[in-house]
């Protein structure tokens, strides 16, 4: 998230930060987003229960007073609903930390490694109603080294993720949905 918003800052891009939105009221990332003078909301999941449809319907009122045309999922947890979804079909983009389609959903890196796997990654997709299986916009690769655990293997994907998703959105907001492949 960092990441995008740094590269909005940065002068020649065709997107800039209009809100940065956390279904966590303590992620970090809200402080430091609103240090770079970006509005930031939370909407805490928890008081919802299960009922997501009421959770989304919260969130979504400081992200449609903020006017977005692009939506972007950085560590964002929690399986949205088709209506969320295709109130914003076309225009939300997710960054999972595999090479899609292989490891949908949870635990990525720890399943990569049983797997026995060589390369690892990161993905941009589209956010479609089915989770991580929306159009890919574009990869990164890295090797699986000797002695990686999920975390050491998390921490070299991460480096990719940082320069993975900037480079995609900055052409997706330029309207060319071609994949980017680092
Ligand atoms: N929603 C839709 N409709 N489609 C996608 O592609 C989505 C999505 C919501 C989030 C991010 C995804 C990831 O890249 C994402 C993609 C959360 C879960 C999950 O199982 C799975 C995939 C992703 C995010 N969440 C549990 C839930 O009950 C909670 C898990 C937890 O809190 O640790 O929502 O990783």
């Known amino acids: 998230m960092l990441a995008l918003l740094r590269d909005m800052a940065s002068g020649d891009h065709p997107a800039q930060?209009?809100?940065?939105?956390?279904?966590?009221p303590g992620a970090a990332g809200l402080a430091r987003a609103a240090a770079l003078g970006v509005a930031v909301a939370a909407v805490d999941h928890r008081p919802f229960g299960g009922d997501r449809a009421a959770f989304e319907a919260a969130l979504l009122e400081p992200i449609l007073a903020a006017r977005p045309d692009i939506?972007?999922?950085?560590?964002?947890?929690?399986v949205?609903?088709?209506?969320?979804?295709?109130?914003f079909a076309g225009r939300m983009l997710n960054?999972?930390?595999?090479?899609?389609?292989?490891?949908?959903?949870?635990?990525?890196?720890q399943r990569?490694?049983?797997?026995?796997?060589?390369?690892a990654g990161c993905t941009v997709h589209e956010v479609t109603p089915v989770l991580?299986?929306?159009?890919?916009?574009?990869?990164?690769?890295?090797?699986?080294?000797?002695?990686?655990?999920?975390?050491?293997?998390a921490a070299r994907v991460?480096?990719?993720?940082?320069r993975l998703y900037p480079a995609v959105l900055r052409r997706f907001a330029a309207g060319d949905r071609t994949p980017v492949f680092l």
Do not use: W
């Not at 949205?80 to 109130?87: E, G, N, Q, Y």
């Not at 999972?96 to 635990?107: F, T």
């Not at 990569?112 to 390369?119: P, Q």
């Not at 299986?133 to 050491?152: M, N």
């Open 95 to 109: 960054i999972h930390p595999s090479l899609l389609p292989k490891y949908p959903g949870l635990h990525t890196h």
């Open 71 to 78: 939506l972007c999922l950085a560590g964002f947890m929690r």
């Open 158 to 162: 991460l480096v990719q993720e940082h």
């Open 80 to 87: 949205l609903t088709p209506a969320f979804v295709d109130r």
């Open 17 to 24: 930060a209009v809100l940065v939105a956390s279904n966590d």
């Open 112 to 119: 990569a490694l049983e797997a026995g796997d060589a390369e």
């Open 132 to 153: 991580d299986a929306g159009p890919i916009l574009g990869q990164a690769r890295v090797p699986v080294l000797a002695g990686d655990t999920a975390d050491t293997l």
